[in-house]
């Protein structure tokens, strides 16, 4: 159990986070929410005096509220288009193959990283699964968190200002999200709640991918698609969520020397210049063949977390359907090969 002193760290964590947040809004600058809590708590945490923690407690509840949303998104009418994505689907193989295979080569030919690290590192999937993987197989676990952070960290920073100063889309200050507290149908909210905690219950017991995300969602999928529960979930606490993945974001580097952040930085600003262009072909091919908002599918391509591609996706009032389902393929993907090639990297380096 988590005892009160504990919690009582995060809470000011999550309050340092919300100011972070106000200064943006005040600013009029991208994703206030979330990037204000980014930039407040990666500086909070360099004090080491002050009481603060990582709320990373709050994350499990955020990422229901994540998945009950992105399921309201698939009403019927939606759904009856799932089948023109399918072909557009199929480009997400070759595209997370060549984001592993020229991430791995940059590594470990250019930065000398070890090859198991340097697979890892250059996964596009969650950073949580590819730590657990490196403990397994004995790879750097710091160096692959601080990769994994830092390709999360560009992500998540440079997606708000592409989408803000090049598509035009206004994502600054506190505009509505989805249906304010008030004007929610509060009983039906309670039973989505319910069900979605549920669902990841569920998913969590049969050892699900993203289980706190994809159980909620299915959930989600099957009463928002059926008709059953019209309700959203409040724009309060989608806006609560911002803060907790961005102060949980920010506290990532904790612990860890501003030099050796500085190099990681730098040495993963290559891997994400690799990335840039690779999403930037593959959403030129899939533009063209397929004529989708140009968007949406920068979206489905975006090499970040799913959790947080599919917040900004939320914010912005994408195609959230072609989007999740990317991104599910993508995930599926890696984590099926991940482990597989992880465990055949390791025992190559014991034999030789």
Not at 105 to 127: A, C, E, Q, R, W
Request: proline share 5%.
């Amino acid at each position: 159990m988590i005892n009160m002193q504990i919690i009582l760290k995060m809470l000011l964590a999550l309050f340092i986070g919300v100011c972070g947040s106000i200064l943006f809004i005040y600013l009029h600058l991208p994703l206030p929410w979330l990037l204000g809590a980014i930039f407040a708590s990666s500086i909070a945490m360099r004090f080491e005096k002050l009481p603060i923690q990582s709320p990373k407690t709050f994350s499990p509840p955020a990422r229901i509220f994540i998945g009950l949303t992105i399921g309201s998104a698939f009403t019927p009418e939606i759904l009856d288009y799932i089948d023109v994505y399918f072909f557009s689907l199929l480009l997400v193989i070759p595209f997370t193959i060549l984001t592993i295979i020229c991430g791995t080569y940059y590594y470990h030919k250019f930065l000398n990283y070890d090859i198991k690290t340097s697979y890892l590192g250059s996964m596009p999937g969650g950073v949580i699964e590819m730590v657990i993987i490196g403990e397994e197989i004995k790879a750097n676990i710091s160096k692959i968190t601080l990769m994994q952070s830092s390709r999360l960290f560009f992500v998540v920073v440079t997606l708000p200002f592409v989408i803000q100063y090049i598509f035009q889309i206004d994502i600054s200050g506190n505009k509505l999200i989805t249906i304010p507290l008030k004007n929610i149908d509060l009983y039906e909210l309670s039973i989505l709640i319910l069900l979605g905690y549920i669902g990841a219950i569920v998913a969590k017991k049969v050892k699900l991918t993203a289980a706190y995300l994809m159980g909620p969602m299915l959930i989600s999928i099957a009463v928002h698609s059926t008709g059953l529960i019209h309700t959203p979930i409040p724009d309060e606490f989608l806006k609560f969520i911002q803060v907790v993945f961005g102060t949980i974001i920010g506290f990532t580097f904790k612990g860890v020397s501003l030099e050796t952040i500085a190099k990681t930085l730098f040495s993963t600003l290559g891997h994400f210049i690799i990335l840039v262009i690779l999403c930037a072909v593959f959403i030129s091919i899939t533009y063209n063949l397929f004529d989708f908002p140009i968007l949406s599918i920068l979206l489905a391509y975006g090499p970040g977390g799913q959790s947080e591609i599919n917040l900004i996706a939320i914010l912005v009032g994408a195609n959230l359907p072609f989007i999740t389902l990317h991104h599910i393929v993508r995930l599926l993907i890696v984590m099926n090969i991940a482990p597989m090639i992880a465990k055949r990297l390791d025992k190559r380096e014991v034999v030789q």
